[in-house]
């Protein structure tokens, strides 16, 4: 409710309430998620122009959302999901039952606790959530990155692990030029900015939307 009319990569809310025991949201029906439609593809990977118009969007969306005072914290594919009305082609992002207020009431940076345990999906959690550190505006980004590289190359190297301290170890590893050789040069400089990038630092998200562009 409280990113109703500022985000419009978020799903309009129409009601909720309790039946038996349940609570229920009412909002838009929407169209498939970005995760299934990418499985139905040939070679399980999106073409290039494909990935570059959605991961505008999805930059969009975040934006859209820290700009409001929260991180998502659940950045992954099965969380887009696209329209199905007008416009049909814009990409929403759900299921905020991890988002966190990452800002005090009165504006400032809410400081990062010593440790604050695991966040997400270990696929396209950021180290730093591996390590049990409080997660920022950064790390919806990492999450971001790994999504936009899986649909490139339509895997990820740790996507047969299944223990999240070994996908960790090696996201550790991997996470450099390797990851992404097979990539144009703007996936390296778009994963070289998000590392530079500090806890409460501000992100440019022109500067990634640029790259992809």
Known sequence: KKLQGSCKHVVRYIHSGRQDG????????????????????????????TVIIIGLQMIDSIEEVHN????????????????????????????????????????????PRKSAGFRGTARYASINSHKAKELSRRDDLWSLFYVLVEFSLGVLPWRKLKDKE???EKKSLLSNKNLVKDLPREFFRFMEYIKSLGYADDPDYSY???LLR
């Open 22 to 49: 349940f609570h229920f949201p009412v909002m838009d029906r929407l169209g498939d998620n970005l995760a299934d439609l990418r499985k139905r593809t040939p070679k399980g990977q999106f073409a290039l122009s």
């Open 68 to 111: 409001l005072g929260y991180i998502h914290r659940d950045i992954k594919p099965s969380n887009y999901v696209m329209g199905r009305h007008v416009p049909k082609r814009r990409c929403y992002l759900i299921d905020f039952g991890l988002a966190r207020k990452y800002r005090l009431p009165n504006g400032d940076i809410r400081p």
């Open 166 to 168: 070994r996908i960790g």
């Open 208 to 210: 990634l939307r640029s």
